[in-house]
């Protein structure tokens, strides 16, 4: 027994309700029995159909499309669950939506990331536990407890065993400046030198590709980002590491797969041999595109949730 709770009860919305079900199989528990829907005017109404006075209770719930729905499904089920008394409440949020607001980039911008957070805060939230936040220093607009674990143990994992001693004849490739400090880290536990892909944005959801910075000639690179949402990005980062660069292939990997507008098709159009995701947002079909292969993130989570319920240091995870 703990002292915030006498037990574990884990919920889902319907966001990811699949990676929340793996979650619950690996703990050796079940889902929490629950109703997330809507009334014929859309409004979303949550139903608990189990006691949960007492209990540490965790909600899986990723932000991701559609943002707004599922934003709203999590917090009213923290309401929810507020108000039927549970010990604490987790927000366990895999892919944290908003996150690209975090800054007044020009005169009269929001700040999206901060208010997302203080109506987290306000709904009824004890802390978060999150996945590759887009901008770190998001931890800080919360004035309660936020873990942000790192996907790129499970990348290291996948491409040491995919290409075991060639990789140190590869290069990691940052697509753009403001990934250079994540590809890094990615680079030194493979052992593998860094590129980066110097990019010129014009306007939202497109670039245009300027130069590569490094020696990529005749190597095996891999493209390591955060997220692909249009694939704009990825796609131009590729064409200029093989075009311009003369890099002899192509692999990606990101930790959110958003893919949203023109973005399977890009990616099924474009030199990227594969794309590497994590499974924070929802998988799509295997039919729309042969190049995009999906990594289960529920054992880290698994860890990560059974960690904080026990009141035990998660740093492990972080390394």
Known sequence: MISHGKDIKVFSGNANPKLAEEVCKLMGTKLGESEVGTFSDGEIFVSLYETVRGSDVFVIQSTSTPVNNNLMELLIMIDALKRASAGRITAVIPYFGYARQDRKAKARDP????????????????????????????????????????????????????????????????????????????????????????????????CEVMNVIGDVAGKDCILFDDMVDTGGSLCNAAKALIEVGGAKSVHA???????????????????????????????????????????????????????????????????
């Open 111 to 206: 700040i999206t990331a901060k208010m997302v957070a203080n109506m987290l805060t306000t709904a009824g939230a004890d802390r978060v536990l999150t996945m590759d936040l887009h901008a770190s220093q998001i931890q800080g607009f919360f004035d309660i407890p936020v873990d942000n674990l790192a996907g790129n143990p499970i990348f290291v994992d996948y491409y040491a065993k995919k290409f075991g001693t060639d990789c140190e004849n590869m290069m990691v490739v940052s697509p753009d400046v403001g990934s250079v400090s994540r590809a890094r880290a990615f680079a030194q536990k493979l052992h593998m030198n860094l590129a980066i892909v110097d990019k010129r944005r014009q306007k939202a959801n497109s």
């Open 253 to 319: 990997c990101a930790s959110h797969g958003v893919l949203s507008g023109p973005a399977i098709d890009r990616i099924n159009d474009s030199v990227i041999q594969e794309l590497a995701l994590l499974n924070t947002v929802p998988e799509i079909d295997a039919s729309r595109s042969s190049k995009i292969k999906y990594l289960s993130v529920a054992p880290m989570f698994c860890e990560a949730i059974e960690r904080i319920y026990q009141e035990v240091s998660i740093s492990k995870l972080f390394r």
